[in-house]
């Protein structure tokens, strides 16, 4: 199954497509300055002497930094007129209008015209050792045929597909099959339930949902096609899905099921790219927040491709022909922008990862990073921390003098997950570059060495804000922090091309989220501490949104589901430090008066709620049941007292994570590592 679509040599460039290549190949004879050689989009910027005058001007003058950067770095079938037009005290955010081009034809024709054979994507399999490559020409080909099939089932420009499928080739081909027709993708990350889909579907408005018959993770079969099934039930949006088939076995069709991959076979793989504009809709990807809601953030073509390709660039130093190993799922940011976007805008072979960091063994990262000789390894701090327990031999074992860049992101990297990463999985070789962003931003913002590869390196900070990014401190009073050895609200002061545009369908809240709490400013939801020298490094979430495993998650969204439970009057969850997953789990619930059931009983029960309506990892790791919650005169629950219980209960206990071994609990550690 799912082979490479054929070898047929029938691939022509199309008009639109051969348009946008000439303009591509038409950048050669600028004038090089010195900061050329570092970064050659900016060869027009002769005066500018150095990384960190580059940097300097990138933000005091950012209009001609992106769009110098912006000319270079994409192929444009018709260029832009305006830079930006962003007003962020009224959340408005428009890049580069005026230009059209296609994102399917920046990611693939570009390259298949130059380097056809070029290894696009090596699918990782779950099995070990089974891995499957495929070139530009054969992912150009794949994505055409699925471009075709989904305009022949009546998908239009302006349209959203829901992609809920396991890390593979042919969610690839699908995500840059709607960029290619210009329909909107909505990937839901496959470890959520059918109510999350659901939910994620209805509000997306998708009436096509692209799916497998089965998935299979740490050698276990996921029935997906089966909670696509459960979840469709209650959209009735939705006309048709497209079932690919990852295992053998059949699964029951219904009327609106269609056969993926015998429907491809017969479409053409010359698929003519619609012709998009800057700001026309790339993707929706939801994301907790501090209700209980999930939000649809929205993401357009040029600034969103531009930032990731940039990013992916220079923060993990990725140079031609490099292998780049980004273990996250195509469910999250980290595998839209570093899996799929960034890499390939950039020409580069990118890693499919679909199994587990240990499975069948807690060597599989590294046995990977020999066999596909990898350069760049971009994974999770909860991963790190939980392979840093099985012990130095596993990394040992297998030869890493492939790897160049050891990359971090999704939570903060703890001192010894750092010094292990850099010392045994490096050898003390490698940088560590911890990546701070958010499904916002689109790209990293703030990274140890977006400009300049020898720059100094402190374990465990983001530290250097990325070309074009302007980060500020603001306090409680909503007065900016101009000094350092400072805390603060973390603020971007100035617009990015890759910051979402909006949330869908709600704008207002999109304003009220980002740009209401400190006017003027983007606000990120996180708290920041700039050292002495200037660097910045993430305290942590200031709203009530936790980081499970990387994984982000609205404790609003937690307590919704527990709440539902007829026994439950009400309940308050929190985060709490837990030494594998980052923050784990706790609910304080009060029962409703007069309730006489055993609290282990009800505990499991509101426990597979959790799992059930949202996903494996927001269930509970402590329920604890409480008489009343404290609160103020006004009713609201203070979350704060409770924290502080919880934290004195852990210290008085002990280290309760060594209860909950997450290696017994299989989904949560395979929904939850290497993912984010
Ligand atoms: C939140 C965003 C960005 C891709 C993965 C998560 C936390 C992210 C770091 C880091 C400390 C981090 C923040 C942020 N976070 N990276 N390097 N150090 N915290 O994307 O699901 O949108 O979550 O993850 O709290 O706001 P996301």
């Not at 539902?564 to 029962?591: N, R």
Request: net charge negative; charged share 20%.
């Amino acid at each position: 199954m799912w082979l490479p679509c054929g070898c047929t040599s029938k691939y022509v460039a199309s008009s639109f497509a051969r348009r946008i290549l000439a303009s591509h190949l038409h950048v050669s004879g600028r004038s090089r300055c010195n900061v050329a050689a570092f970064m050659p989009e900016a060869a027009g910027f002769e005066g500018v002497s150095g990384r960190a005058a580059l940097r300097e001007l990138s933000v005091s003058n950012s209009e001609s930094f992106w769009a110098a950067v912006a000319r270079h770095r994409l192929s444009w079938s018709i260029p832009f007129h305006t830079v930006q037009d962003c007003d962020l005290s009224r959340g408005k955010i428009k890049w580069f209008e005026g230009g059209k081009l296609n994102v399917s034809v920046n990611c693939l024709d570009r390259h298949v015209h130059t380097c056809p054979e070029r290894v696009a994507l090596i699918w990782e399999r779950d099995e070990r050792g089974s891995e499957m490559k495929y070139t530009y020409r054969e992912l150009l080909e794949m994505t055409c045929r699925v471009g075709n099939l989904l305009r022949r089932h009546g998908v239009k420009r302006g349209d959203c597909v829901t992609i809920y499928m396991p890390t593979c080739p042919l969610a690839v081909a699908s995500m840059l099959a709607c960029a290619r027709i210009g329909a909107a993708h909505n990937v839901v990350f496959a470890g959520f339930s059918a109510d999350a889909l659901a939910e994620r579907i209805r509000d997306a408005q998708s009436s096509t949902v692209i799916t497998v018959n089965q998935g299979v993770r740490g050698g276990k079969v996921i029935e997906l096609k089966k909670t696509v099934d459960t979840a469709v039930e209650s959209c009735p949006t939705v006309k048709q899905v497209f079932v690919a088939m990852r295992t053998d076995n059949p699964v029951t069709m219904t009327a609106r099921d269609i056969a993926m991959e015998e429907e491809m076979l017969k479409e053409d793989v010359v698929c003519e790219p619609a012709v998009m504009n800057s700001e026309d809709v790339l993707f929706l990807l939801y994301t907790s927040g501090s209700t209980g809601k999930p939000k649809g953030l929205v993401h357009t073509q040029a600034g969103y491709l531009l930032y990731a390709a940039l990013t992916h660039r220079y923060v993990f130093s990725y140079h031609d022909g490099d292998v780049f190993g980004c273990v996250a799922d195509i469910g999250w940011i980290t595998g839209h922008s570093y899996v799929v976007y960034g890499p390939l805008a950039n020409g580069a072979t990118t890693v499919l990862f679909e199994s587990t960091p240990i499975y069948p063994d807690p060597g599989r990262y590294w046995d990977m990073v020999e066999r596909l000789k990898i350069n760049q390894f971009y994974g999770a701090p909860t991963a790190i921390r939980l392979l840093l327990k099985y012990g130095d031999q596993w990394v040992n074992k297998y030869d890493r003098s492939t790897l160049k860049t050891l990359g971090s992101v999704g939570e903060p990297i703890n001192t010894e997950a750092w010094e292990w990463y850099h010392r045994v999985v490096g050898d003390g070789r490698c940088p560590v570059v911890d990546t701070w962003w958010q499904t916002e931003t689109g790209g990293i913002c703030i990274a140890p060495r977006p400009s300049d590869p020898d720059a100094e390196i402190v374990p465990g900070m983001a530290m250097r804000p990325f070309f074009g990014i302007k980060p500020v401190l603001i306090d409680t009073e909503g007065e900016l922090l101009t000094s350092n050895n400072t805390s603060g609200a973390l603020c971007m002061a100035q617009p990015w091309p890759g910051m979402a545009r909006t949330i869908h369908n709600n704008h207002q809240r999109f304003i009220e989220t980002y740009f209401q709490p400190y006017p003027g400013y983007f606000f990120t939801g996180d708290g920041a501490y700039r050292s002495e020298e200037g660097y910045y490094q993430i305290t942590g979430r200031l709203d009530d949104v936790i980081n499970v495993s990387g994984h982000r998650i609205g404790t609003a969204e937690i307590e919704d589901v527990v709440n539902q439970c007829p026994a439950v009057a009400e309940s308050a969850v929190i985060g709490y430090t837990h030494s594998i997953k980052g923050q784990g789990v706790y609910a304080f619930v009060v029962l409703k008066k007069g309730i006489d059931v055993k609290e282990a009983d009800l505990s499991r029960q509101l426990n597979g709620m959790v799992s059930e309506k949202i996903a494996k990892y927001a269930s509970p790791d402590f329920i604890q049941f409480a008489q009343r919650l404290p609160k103020t005169r006004s009713g609201k629950i203070m979350r704060r007292v409770l924290r502080k219980v919880v934290e004195s209960d852990l210290e008085g206990l002990g280290d309760l994570s060594t209860l909950d071994d997450p290696a017994e609990d299989d989904w949560s550690i395979s929904d939850s590592l290497g993912q984010n």
